[in-house]
């Protein structure tokens, strides 16, 4: 059974810094990509960036280009995503998900999602 469970969100001040975690287990890693998505109340689910395990090759929204780095530790099965200079417009829940394949922003083309971890930023 494929499970994705994220953690480390919180409440931060603008300009501050957070680290989400995402714990995955239930499938052959090196297959797979993982994307980070956010998702504000009454919006569509918002790529923020993905990572493919095998490469490392990884992709970013323009929005956190230079803001968020995404990494994977391929032993632990884990991903992170480390958010610096947060701004309020960063506010949402943030979700990881899991593909066969590369990457993609397109959250439809993703299988299986964690429960989401909410990121709230104050001015």
């Known amino acids: 059974e494929v499970q994705l469970v994220e953690s480390g969100g919180g409440l931060v001040q603008a300009g501050g810094s957070l680290r989400l975690s995402c714990a995955s287990s239930?499938?052959?890693?090196?297959?797979?990509?993982i994307g980070w998505f956010r998702q504000v109340p009454g919006m569509e689910r918002e790529a923020v960036s993905s990572?493919?395990?095998?490469?490392?090759?990884?992709n970013y929204a323009d929005s956190v280009k230079g803001r968020f780095i995404i990494s994977s530790d391929n032993a632990k099965k884990m991903v992170y995503l480390q958010m610096n200079n947060l701004k309020p417009e960063d506010t949402a829940v943030y979700f990881c998900a899991a593909r066969r394949g590369y990457g993609s922003s397109w959250y439809r083309k993703y299988d299986y999602w964690g429960q989401g971890t909410q990121v709230t930023v104050s001015s």
């Open positions: 239930g499938f052959l890693f090196d297959d797979y990509a």
């Open positions: 990572i493919k395990f095998s490469d490392g090759s990884t």
